[in-house]
């Protein structure tokens, strides 16, 4: 029975390249490495770049693992992406998803435990020749929200400072009260329409305040007619305060 196929000699751990010296060894599977890109351009001008030939491209960066099931195809001298021997097998494999001629190619990573089960890990492009790692779609809500948080903080900042500028009372001596009051103070009136413009915006994008709690049992709120008073009832408009005050009083003498 044949066994598992080793790692070439020079990608296995102590390894030397032929210089003599230690050759660095590969990243580990699975860690972020979006801030890296490859791209062979010796290969690119030697080689076209399609569908039959980008997993051997692919092969050539450090995002490829060489511990995956396409390897073990390579060895056999069988297509690595020949899906009628990559289903059979368990394990680390890379399939090309999405495919868009010569420029685009969409290299998925993922872990079969079944002949129709798959769990997708990473995935990677090759956009005319260069190869990237997409980042996951956690870290892509985390960045946009950051970021979204940023400018929010960065808008109330300018928000108060404007609207500081705008309250501000100049307290100068009686020195130089004589001076114009439109130099003592400038307001630029179109920041303060920015700053409300800002302000209304993010007011409607906030949800609207919750309804206030219910007043508990047993208690009557006071209503606008006992918070008047006895006024309420001087002031009422049935009753001429002129043509019904009843007849003229008139003065007794002694």
Not at 9 to 24: F, I, P, T
Not at 36 to 60: K, S
Not at 100 to 118: G, S
Not at 221 to 248: C, F, K, M, R, Y
Request: glycine share 6%; charged share 20%; aromatic share 10%.
């Amino acid at each position: 029975m044949a066994g598992t196929p080793m790692l070439p000699a020079n990608l296995a751990a102590g390894g030397g390249n032929m210089d003599g010296n230690a050759a660095a060894a590969p990243p580990t599977p699975g860690t972020d490495m979006t801030g890296i890109c490859f791209r062979d351009q010796l290969w690119l001008n030697t080689y076209p770049l399609d569908r039959n030939l980008v997993f051997d491209y692919f092969a050539l960066s450090p995002f490829y693992d060489y511990t995956c099931n396409n390897e073990q195809l390579r060895m056999r001298s069988i297509h690595p992406l020949d899906i009628s021997h990559l289903s059979k097998m368990t394990g680390i494999e890379f399939m090309v998803s999405e495919v868009m001629e010569p420029h685009l190619f969409v290299m998925r990573k993922q872990k079969r435990d079944a002949p129709e089960k798959v769990t997708p890990m990473l995935t990677y492009y090759v956009l005319d020749g260069s190869i990237y790692q997409a980042p996951q779609l956690c870290n892509v809500f985390a960045a946009r929200v950051g970021r979204a948080l940023y400018y929010i903080s960065k808008a109330f900042t300018t928000a108060a400072s404007k609207l500081e500028k705008v309250g501000y009372v100049d307290s100068e001596d009686d020195s130089t009260s004589h001076e114009p009051k439109a130099t003592k103070e400038t307001i630029d009136f179109k920041e303060v329409k920015r700053v409300d413009h800002i302000l209304a915006s993010l007011q409607r994008k906030l949800p609207a305040a919750p309804p206030p709690p219910p007043f508990p049992e047993g208690y009557t709120p006071p209503t606008a007619e006992g918070e008047q008073g006895p006024e309420a009832e001087q002031a009422d408009p049935s009753v001429d305060p002129i043509l019904d005050q009843g007849p003229a009083k008139r003065i007794k003498y002694a």
